[in-house]
């Protein structure tokens, strides 16, 4: 059973800057895989913010486009979401998986707070 693990949230001003992580327990990082990063807000569906596939081609959501930046180490298993300019329209639990998400159940997500 694959676990995903994610880190790196917290309580950020607006303008600030954060980055996640997220580890695999097992290797999902073949090339062939589209990795994402989604986000759930308080009353919302969850979304997807961003993905990245094997070759390294990225794509993200409109809010977030110039200033998230999603990258992957297929080495390491870990995929990362660089934010910056952040917004309280941005306070969520983020959460990776696959795209489309297929991992089951999904990881704990990491709380991200964007308040004054």
């Known amino acids: 059973q694959v676990q995903l693990v994610e880190s790196g949230g917290g309580l950020v001003q607006p303008g600030g800057s954060l980055r996640l992580s997220c580890a695999a327990s097992t290797s999902i990082f073949n090339t062939g895989v589209v990795l994402g990063w989604y986000r759930q807000a308080p009353g919302k569906q969850r979304e997807l913010v961003a993905s990245i596939n094997g070759g390294g081609s990225t794509k993200y959501t409109d809010s977030v486009k110039g200033r998230f930046t999603i990258s992957r180490d297929n080495f390491k298993k870990m995929v990362d979401l660089q934010m910056n300019s952040l917004s309280p329209e941005d306070t969520a639990v983020y959460y990776c998986?696959?795209?489309?998400?297929?991992?089951?159940?999904w990881g704990q997500g990491t709380q991200v707070t964007v308040s004054s």
């Open positions: 998986n696959t795209f489309p998400a297929t991992i089951r159940p």
